[in-house]
């Protein structure tokens, strides 16, 4: 057989299609690989004696989830779930697969997903609130503050050039303009008061540096020793 000039390009160009094919091939073979969910969590009040928990995988399979207080948790890689819930493996009187839910929520739209836990009590066991949110940094990026509100009264916030109302267990997120500007620095006034009555009352006033690379989650929660209004803030900086 003559082999002609063109041999050496026809097979260069036979391999680009065997290496096409082959990773068409393996993309087939994993579904879900290209679809998987980024998973973080951060929880909302501390405990001081944190149990494990875990995340229901289903099929009788589970994962074990840090839920921090003062940061995110590391990124978790799971297949897409209708609903996210966390709670406690075991096994039943037979001997079967049993998962003991502490908490539950639909899954939203999104591949990169910050689930907010909010405790009931200061046992994991007394149960979770989540709040799935979507984690992109288009949605949740550089400047922008989360606020929730875990006190038992209507809080108005100022921050910036933003005002807001917050009622018991509502949340909200903004991204304010900062006030002021000294040099390459640049700072956000932060007021807050609450409602009691008719009348507004200030509970906090400071002043915050703003950073357009760094989120911010702000908790607003009645201290459970002495009744005080309370902040508790959970900075992320991005890359």
Known sequence: MTIGPYHPRISIICRIFLAVG????????????????????????????????????????????????????????VEPMAHWALGKASKDDKGEFAFNTYGKAPSIASTNQLILVIRSGPNESDGFELIPMDNGTVNFGGGKFFFMNAARVNVAVEIGDVKLKLEPRQHKMVQPNPSKSEGKREYLYVYLHFRKGTEAVPFYDSTWRYNENVRSMVFLYHDPHSGQLRTHTIRDYLP
């Open 22 to 77: 082959g990773i068409h091939f393996m993309s087939l073979a994993c579904p879900g690989q290209e679809n998987g969910i980024s998973l973080q969590f951060v929880a909302f009040p501390k405990i001081a004696d944190a149990e494990p928990v875990e995340l229901l995988l289903g099929d009788g399979k589970t994962m074990k989830v840090e839920l921090p207080t003062n940061r995110l948790s590391p990124i978790y890689k």
